[in-house]
């Protein structure tokens, strides 16, 4: 059974950073994306960004400039940097998994495989 493990959330002050990781237990497949979304109380998830395990990668334009996506290149494990954080960044954040490279990166509905999620609040 495939696990996705979040952990690096926790409580900034605005302008600060924090950098989620997530890993994916059990996993061998070669083609995937895995994706960070984030969902507010009263509101959507949210997709943030995602990363390909060729290396391709998409960031939100609501984070863009502030957040980064990477990877570790052996593993199915990937990483979320996030740097002048806004208290509108409060949120759950979830790590999420999907085989093969279809589908939009941003629509929850393709990823097969989701992290149960790590909290980040900011505060002003």
């Known amino acids: 059974q495939v696990q996705l493990v979040e952990s690096g959330g926790g409580s900034v002050q605005a302008g600060g950073s924090l950098k989620l990781s997530c890993a994916a237990s059990?996993?061998?497949?070669?083609?995937?994306?895995m994706g960070w979304f984030r969902q507010a109380p009263g509101k959507q998830r949210e997709a943030v960004a995602a990363?390909?395990?060729?290396?391709?990668?998409t960031i939100a334009d609501s984070v863009k400039g502030r957040f980064t996506i990477s990877r570790d290149g052996a593993e199915a494990t990937v990483y979320l940097q996030m740097n002048s954080l806004k208290p509108e960044d409060t949120a759950m954040y979830y790590c999420?998994?999907?085989?093969?490279?279809?589908?939009?990166?941003?629509?929850?509905?393709?990823?097969?495989?989701w992290g149960q999620g790590t909290q980040v609040t900011v505060s002003s």
């Open positions: 990363i390909r395990s060729d290396g391709s990668s």
């Open positions: 059990k996993y061998t497949g070669v083609f995937y994306r």
């Open positions: 999420a998994l999907r085989h093969g490279f279809g589908g939009d990166w941003y629509a929850p509905g393709i990823y097969n495989y």
